[in-house]
């Protein structure tokens, strides 16, 4: 197959991850996160774990869809090993490029750190020989965690949208 057929199909994946990310992270940040501060903390637990597993999957994928074809969109069109040099950074395209590369690697990284954050502390099950100091110290935890990623909410969308903005401008 020829290679404006992959280039066409990475694209293709590539815009398709791009509305996943863009609209998972604005639903989350817009609508759920609002919703589930009105709601009664038990309800809003569950609530939380049940759409946050399924939001989880999908930035998850959309995340790594978005890497591997947007570098390799990048291999096949031969930009690849000029991808760092001053003059493709500086130039029209490659600022754009540079632009949506640095909010990949944001939203990369605080993916990451929520992801662990879900996993270890917020939906850590305690022991049934904890006390109550050991309740306190991971309520303490989950609190700390909840401000960072309340934190990470808005930083995400600000990302989404210049990497959206980046996107939509790169041309060669």
């Known amino acids: 197959m020829s290679t ?3 280039l066409q199909l990475l694209r293709v994946i590539h815009v398709y991850s791009a509305i996943l990310l863009v609209g998972s992270i604005v639903f989350n940040t ?3 996160n609002p919703a589930l501060k009105r709601i009664p903390p038990a309800h809003s ?5 049940k759409i946050g ?4 999957v999908v930035g998850t994928t959309a995340i790594l869809l978005l890497g591997l074809s947007g570098f390799a969109r990048l291999w096949l069109m031969g930009q ?4 760092l040099t001053a003059d493709f950074v500086t130039g029209p395209y490659g600022r ?3 632009l949506m590369i640095t909010s990949w690697f944001f ?3 605080t993916g990451g750190l929520s992801g662990y954050w879900y996993k270890a502390v917020l939906t850590k099950k305690m022991p049934y020989s904890a006390g109550l100091r050991d309740m306190e110290e991971m309520r303490a935890a989950q609190e700390r965690v909840t401000l960072w990623q309340d934190r990470f909410y808005y930083w995400n969308v600000v990302a989404a949208v210049l990497a959206a903005l980046g996107g939509a401008m790169a041309k060669f």
């Open 53 to 56: 597993g399924g939001l989880f």
């Open 107 to 109: 939203l990369f990284i």
């Open 30 to 32: 817009a609508i759920l």
């Open 96 to 98: 754009w490029i540079t």
């Open 4 to 6: 404006v057929f992959w």
């Open 45 to 49: 637990t569950v609530v939380s774990q």
């Open 80 to 83: 690849l090993p000029s991808l």
